[in-house]
């Protein structure tokens, strides 16, 4: 559904008072311990789907590939550039939001590319999973553990030639950001109904917690974790769906089973893994926030949160996609959805801002749980949290071309950031 052009001015006034309102909210003073693990980083090192992939399914022998317009429309240059988006992806914005660059694509750096970067890199492969099997029926991906085995080669191949000795790069290490978005993909491609949902719950995260205690032993201290997302509000779902555009509950069931179990193994993780902190965001509320204020109830907002960008016509068929083909719609972040199972550069945009701005956010939680006790928030619906910012950055609405600038008052120093959005 396009956004009429008689209502455009009233979104973006809509907007304008969003993000005043973020502006309000961040203005209030911070104490140290508030900020989101010190809020400074050396790195950002990425291990998911394509969800936050930049571009490493670009050089592998698969069908999804994200490489042709229109995808990219919005992002630097007006490019596509590998991102399942009309712009940048959620790593790209929290990237931003800490001052680095963007974690380039593993597969696409040449071996003296991988010498000199000590800022991060992004090694999310679109399709993959958490097991081994998944999403290889469309190709060549790179699941969790292959991930984590590109980030040990990284690790003895280049990492080391920078940083000469143990202490230095221990120290890196423990100073970089690791952001997990991955397991999604296991329930579309392994999933059936004759599985019990427990089961499969149980051995997926077992698989997903021995891949964090091998980045942990690598040396990895800080990690971000993404919860997966309501599979049942997605639009390849919702156009299918009986009355049409209503969520599919039974699906959605699945994942929070999986989300319940994920969050408790985090927290029970905390008496094992000595100095490590988890971030635990419930992507899942987020997203089901967009839509309204229960899953089956579309928002009211000016926003299409049901049907995608691309294709503009959407049959619901199970491989219908966004192709070099399809007619995309003429405002993409005027929607959540850029493809059937992506979102917008909009909706990514306004989750970084949940998660690193607000102290305020609809159906929004975080956890965070160390042994040291630094952060233990929990946040829904018109709740406060205090503990998921950092200050002194800027970030720009990609839609609007607007900044919002924290007050100098809740900063703990002079320095800011700009985004780069033109």
């Known amino acids: 559904m396009e956004l009429p052009s008689s209502l455009k001015p009233f979104f973006l006034l809509l907007f304008v008072s969003y993000l005043l309102n973020v502006s309000t909210i961040i203005s209030q003073s911070l104490k140290q311990e508030d900020v989101l693990f010190g809020g400074k980083f050396q790195a950002l090192y990425v291990i998911g789907d394509s969800l936050v992939d930049s571009g490493n399914n670009n050089y592998l022998p698969t069908k999804v590939k994200s490489n042709f317009a229109p995808y990219g429309s919005d992002f630097e240059g007006g490019k596509p550039t590998g991102r399942f988006s009309n712009g940048k992806t959620i790593a790209d914005y929290i ?27 992004n090694y999310a492969s679109a399709s993959c999973g958490v097991f081994p099997a998944t999403g290889k029926q469309l190709g060549e991906c790179l699941s969790m553990d292959v991930q984590v085995n590109y980030f040990k080669e990284t690790i003895d191949k280049n990492l080391k030639k920078r940083f000469k000795t143990k202490p230095e790069l221990s120290k890196h290490l423990a100073k970089s950001l690791f952001m997990i978005a991955i397991g999604i993909n296991d329930y579309v491609f392994l999933y059936n109904k004759t599985i019990d949902p427990n089961e499969f719950a149980d051995k997926l995260l077992h698989e997903y917690m021995t891949q964090i205690q091998r980045l942990q032993r690598l040396g990895a201290r800080k990690f971000f974790i993404n919860n997966l997302k309501p599979l049942g509000c997605y639009p390849n779902t919702l156009a299918r769906n009986v009355p049409s555009g209503s969520c599919n509950e039974g699906a959605n069931l699945l994942i929070s089973i999986f989300n319940t179990k994920l969050r408790k193994a985090l ?99 975080a956890i965070a ?54």
């Open 369 to 422: 749980v160390t042994p040291l006790h630094h952060l233990t928030v929990t946040s829904s619906r018109h709740h406060t949290i205090t503990s998921v910012q950092a200050c002194c950055h800027r970030i720009t609405s990609p839609l609007l071309k607007l900044t919002v600038t924290p007050s100098p008052h809740a900063c703990n120093s002079s320095s800011s950031f700009q985004s780069g959005e033109e």
């Open 95 to 121: 990237a931003i939001y800490y001052g680095l660059p963007l974690a380039p694509a593993y597969m696409g750096l040449s071996e003296g590319q991988k010498n000199n970067i000590s800022t991060g890199i």
């Open 267 to 365: 927290a029970h993780f905390k008496e094992k893994l000595a100095y490590t902190s988890f971030l635990y965001s419930d992507y899942f509320k987020f997203m089901l926030g967009l839509r309204g204020p229960s899953s089956n109830q579309a928002s009211s907002n000016l926003m299409d949160t049901t049907s995608p960008c691309c294709p503009s016509v959407y049959d619901g068929g199970q491989y219908t996609s966004c192709t070099p083909d399809s007619i995309a719609c003429k405002v993409p972040d005027s929607h959540i959805f850029f493809d059937p199972f992506h979102p917008t550069q909009m909706a990514n945009f306004m989750y970084a801002i949940g998660c690193f701005q607000e102290r305020r956010v609809f159906l929004f939680f």
